[in-house]
Nanobody, 115 residues
């Protein structure tokens, strides 16, 4: 059973930073692509950032230049560094591990950007 546990969410003022972490309990973490998604109130879930097993990354346009996804295969962990946060970044953030037809989700962590 693959489990994903997110952490690092919280309340931050506009312009602030947070780093989300997602630890994955699987013996072959390095072969999985990883993604960070978010669901804002009243909106559909969207892909925020993704990183392949080889380290290639992509981002939704709204976070480019502000968010950075990275992974540490030795720690079975993927990170999302979020800088210059805006109120519109407020959402529940989820991480996903996926490979071919298999995908696994974490439980989510709340990020609230407000003054």
């Amino acid at each position: 059973q693959v489990q994903l546990v997110e952490s690092g969410g919280g309340l931050v003022q506009p312009g602030g930073s947070l780093r989300l972490s997602c630890e994955v309990s699987v013996g072959t973490f390095s072969i999985y692509a990883m993604g960070w998604y978010r669901r804002a109130p009243g909106k559909q879930r969207e892909l925020v950032a993704a990183i392949t097993s080889g380290g290639s990354t992509n981002y939704v346009d709204s976070v480019k230049g502000r968010f950075t996804i990275s992974r540490d295969n030795a720690k079975n962990t993927v990170y999302l560094q979020m800088n210059s946060l805006k109120p519109e970044d407020t959402a529940v953030y989820y991480c996903k591990a996926y490979r071919t037809i298999r995908e696994y989700w974490g439980q989510g962590t709340q990020v609230t950007v407000s003054s």
